[in-house]
């Protein structure tokens, strides 16, 4: 498979027959782990004959009920133990009334509003899905259940409210308790193919986690749950037992939309699908080197070797039953594998065994090998998330694998462990999402309880601190200064400003008036009137310079108001919002230079507006 890098390896030599490790027991791989998550066929699901956590075999009568969540999703458990492992990983949150918070952050009760609404959401998760025969929504719930459930965990016992339990050291998935890889860093880690996902799927889950704890709907956005349904749906093992059922229903659908696990014995022989950690890292053949089991007669998964392992060999299994059937040609054997393989993870298989069987099927049909193989060829179209695909493309190959689509230039070792760091950081984000959506869910939980706390300490800091720093610092140190030193600096500009504008205008329309009268007395030597009337146009001009000047003079209030106002604004703002003092004094400074440009430049403009309608008059 191409870019096939994160797969499993043998740490030791095994012979065949030999078990690798046990997926929930004790492994040379240093943990015990069940699944991740696991859900049952819906037909099992309702029959009650197998346990819903662990689906061991119920013997008639020895059933223990959930009656939280019998009304809403009938549930079946083989023990005390399952039922109490169940309620906490995700039945609680899901199917049940319970306060999803733990008693430390719960804040009372649930509001009989809240409670209504979380029982219509969860009788419409589960109608909303009868009849699908798909194990990936309740897969998905599930998975989005356990990370709430495993980061509220941490919360507690990072703020001392509780420590973890003997029971949360054993009995679950690989590395969920103390190590380097989160549940974050393993589901960045899971590969996956783009699928369509039911737009329902979204809704419902999200309507559900919602009215569960609100602010757990933020985890599921549109983009995030169609990734974390294709995971699921990638990544999904088919449990069975002894060979598998023969009575399992035929899902309704196109061939290619029925959902497909890993199951050696396919998937219409399985009784539920589950999710794992490490197992989920293992690649397919057509030869496997191991197989999984499931010979507890539980969801804990075995990897047994078929053939003799050396240290630091691959370990493959088939993601489908291999065997040639009764009555069925090499050509066809090969040909149902990669027909299964092509439509549950979408890539053609290039092992040993295929590429031999290909000269087979080529041979049978007369043709060249690649014509042969045109119907079932597809591109592998599996991917991880951005960042660590980029950290794989860096990676070193081994020999029989594949090049990645496309190939970056060769770089050092930094590189490398720069991509590394980038996983690591996608990691942590994820893990930070579900983190945040948690608090989110608890603050609004503990909201109520403390509002009224709140309201007591705003109203004694009004009362006793706001009233000094306004009175004090405000009005009296800025204030004043401010406003006295403003005043007289926006009065002084302001007069010389219109004193310097008023001469101009009275200079440029005076001096061309003049020449002109002079001019006119010694050419023409007028009569009386002539001159009675050149006086009047003499005058007419200077009393509109005269008028020009008395309006810039009158105009000087005016600015100092609109001047004095913005200071006035500007202090009082400052003041409510309870500033620094060098914050209020350049607040200030700003609205007076706004207000004094603004001044000027109205000024200057009255006036030349002023000169330019005198203009008529000279000539």
């Known amino acids: 498979m191409a870019g096939a890098r994160l797969s499993v390896v043998v740490n030791k030599d095994f012979a065949a027959g030999e078990t690798i490790y046990k997926v929930g027991a004790s492994t040379s791989y240093g943990n015990r782990e069940s699944p991740i998550v696991a859900t049952l066929d819906e037909d099992v699901q309702l029959a009650g004959t197998h346990c819903t956590h662990c689906f061991r075999i119920i013997e008639a009568g020895q059933a223990l009920k ?250 493959t299994i088939a993601f489908v039953d291999v065997a040639q059937r009764e009555g069925e040609t090499v050509v066809d054997c090969r040909r149902r594998r990669r027909v299964d393989l092509a439509r549950g993870w979408k890539f053609a298989c290039g092992c040993a065994r295929c590429a031999e069987e290909a000269e087979v099927a080529a041979a049978a049909a007369g043709v060249a090998g690649a014509e042969a193989e045109a119907d079932v060829a597809v591109k592998d179209e599996a991917k991880v998330d951005e960042a660590l695909r980029n950290f794989e493309m860096n990676l070193p190959r081994r020999h029989d694998e594949p090049e990645p689509e496309s190939e970056p230039e060769v770089q050092a070792e930094p590189a490398v462990a720069d991509a590394a760091v980038a996983v690591e950081k996608e990691g942590d984000r994820a893990e930070e999402v579900v983190i945040q959506a948690v608090e989110h869910a608890i603050v609004s939980e503990v909201e109520q309880a403390v509002h009224q706390a709140v309201e007591e300490a705003v109203e004694a800091a009004v009362e006793e601190v706001v009233p000094e720093i306004v009175e004090e610092v405000a009005a009296e140190t800025i204030e004043e200064v401010v406003e006295k030193a403003t005043e007289q600096a926006v009065q002084e500009v302001i007069e010389e400003t219109l004193e310097e504008e008023a001469a101009v205008v009275a200079l440029e329309i005076e001096e061309p008036l003049e020449e002109e009268a002079a001019v006119a007395a010694e050419e023409i030597e007028a009569p009386e009137e002539e001159a009675a009337v050149a006086a009047e146009r003499i005058e007419e001009p200077l009393e509109e310079g005269a008028a020009v000047a008395e309006g810039g003079i009158a105009a000087e209030a005016t600015f100092e108001e609109a001047v004095l106002e913005a200071v006035t604004e500007a202090v009082e703002e400052a003041a409510l919002s309870q500033a620094p003092v060098e914050t209020v004094g350049e607040t200030v400074v700003e609205a007076v230079e706004e207000a004094l440009m603004a001044a000027v430049d109205d000024a200057i403009e009255q006036a030349v507006a002023q000169a330019e309608e005198a203009t008529p008059a000279q000539q």
């Open 66 to 315: 959930s009656e939280e969540s019998e009304n809403v999703f009938p549930s079946a458990y083989c023990s005390k133990a399952c039922l109490a492992a169940s309620e906490k990983q995700s039945q609680s949150i899901l199917f049940t009334l319970k306060n999803p918070l733990p008693e430390a952050l719960a804040a009372g009760p649930t509001p009989p509003e809240m409670t209504e609404k979380r029982k219509a959401a969860q009788a419409a998760f589960v109608q909303g899905h009868k009849g699908d025969f798909r194990n990936v929504p309740m897969l998905t719930a599930r998975f989005v259940a356990r990370q709430v459930a495993l980061e509220t965990q941490k919360l507690l016992t990072a703020t001392a409210l509780s420590t973890p339990s003997a029971a949360d050291e054993v009995a679950d998935f690989t590395d969920a308790e103390k190590s380097d890889y989160t549940l974050a860093d393993h589901t960045e880690r899971f590969r996956y193919t783009d699928v369509a996902v039911p737009p329902k799927d979204l809704s419902l889950l999200s309507e559900l986690l919602a009215a569960t704890l609100p602010g757990l709907e933020q985890f599921t956005t549109e983009e995030r749950h169609a990734a974390m349904e294709s995971k699921m749906l990638y990544n999904a093992y088919g449990v069975a037992f002894d060979g598998g059922r023969d009575d399992r229903p035929t899902p309704l659908g196109r061939p290619e939309d029925i959902e497909h696990t890993r199951t050696p014995q396919g998937t219409e022989r399985q009784i539920g699908s589950a999710i794992y950690t490490l197992s989920s890292y293992l690649t397919h053949s057509c030869t496997p080197s191991a197989t999984v089991a499931f010979s507890a007669g539980t969801t804990e998964l075995h990897l047994v070797a078929l053939q003799p392992l050396k240290k630091g060999d691959l370990v």
